[in-house]
């Protein structure tokens, strides 16, 4: 019988131009969770970041025993609203080639304004806007030497009008979405694409930790894919079937009357302030 010659498998094109390493903020849950393991089954090497060290772990350990021990998944807890935690986190990636940064990361508020927490809507500022400044910051002279690469902005349909109800966080969702759209044209000459995802309602743990309820939503693995296949074709996207149908409804009317249909959907989403 003749000798079948076995050749290797070629790297995808997607891991050839935003290979061999990602790094994934938020990767304990939610989107940040779902993203991971869609790159780790593409066979990047993954540096995991998230506060919940425990989880953080176990899922390094999960993608260790389904992707093989040749490859490499790192758990690294960091407070993303430290700024050593991050000056720690970027100092670890020294020797890493990441070429691909998705900053997943976030949390969100709701209720009356009046008697919201300062501190916790301090604490939400700096994870949702100054730790994907300071890692898009750090991350793009890199990428840009590279001449390849891209970075993942998580914005939300919420930061494309103000939200009454969820005032703070749909403000923290409209800088990403701004600074992720210039970058998007600064970026793309040095061969770095960048995206901003803007998802509507995901079935995630932001509802609880926002005091929300949600009725209907999307599922975070479907907006992980969504938000991958259009890295590098779009500037902006919004994953998930949902987020496409409610961006289609209030996409002809103005900005401030969606400011007043956005307010009568969070109102209802959202227990009264006693």
Not at 103 to 112: C, N, P, R, W
Not at 147 to 173: D, E, N, V
Request: aromatic residues 6%; charged residues 15%; proline residues 6%.
């Amino acid at each position: 019988m003749m000798a079948v010659t076995q050749y290797p498998a070629r790297p995808s094109p997607f891991l050839t131009t935003y290979g061999p390493w990602a790094l994934v903020t938020g990767a304990s849950s939610g989107l940040g969770l779902e993203l991971a393991k869609l790159l780790a089954a593409q066979s990047f090497d993954l540096l995991l970041v998230a506060r919940n060290a425990t989880a953080l772990s176990a899922l390094a350990t999960d993608l260790t025993k389904q992707h093989g021990s040749h490859r490499s998944f790192i758990a690294h807890p960091a407070d993303l609203t430290s700024t050593d935690d991050i000056d720690k986190l970027l100092a670890a990636t020294a020797t890493i080639d990441i070429g691909l940064v998705v900053t997943a990361a976030g949390f969100g508020t709701s209720g009356d304004f009046l008697t919201s927490d300062a501190q916790n809507e301090l604490a939400m500022l700096h994870v949702n806007c100054r730790a994907p400044l300071l890692l898009a910051h750090h991350f793009a002279t890199r990428l840009a030497a590279r001449r390849r690469g891209g970075i993942i902005f998580f914005g939300s349909l919420l930061g494309f009008q103000g939200a009454p109800r969820a005032a703070h966080y749909a403000a923290t969702k409209a800088y990403i979405q701004s600074l992720a759209e210039a970058l998007h044209l600064e970026l793309r000459p040095h061969g770095v694409a960048v995206l901003a995802a803007a998802p509507g309602p995901v079935h995630t743990g932001f509802a609880a930790r926002a005091r929300m309820v949600m009725s209907g939503a999307d599922n975070p693995a479907t907006v992980a894919r969504a938000t991958l296949a259009a890295l590098g074709r779009r500037m902006t996207a919004t994953p998930g079937p949902r987020s496409k149908f409610l961006t289609w409804s209030l996409m002809t009317a103005p900005r401030s009357l969606r400011v007043r249909i956005i307010g009568k959907i969070i109102a209802s989403m959202t227990p009264p302030t006693p």
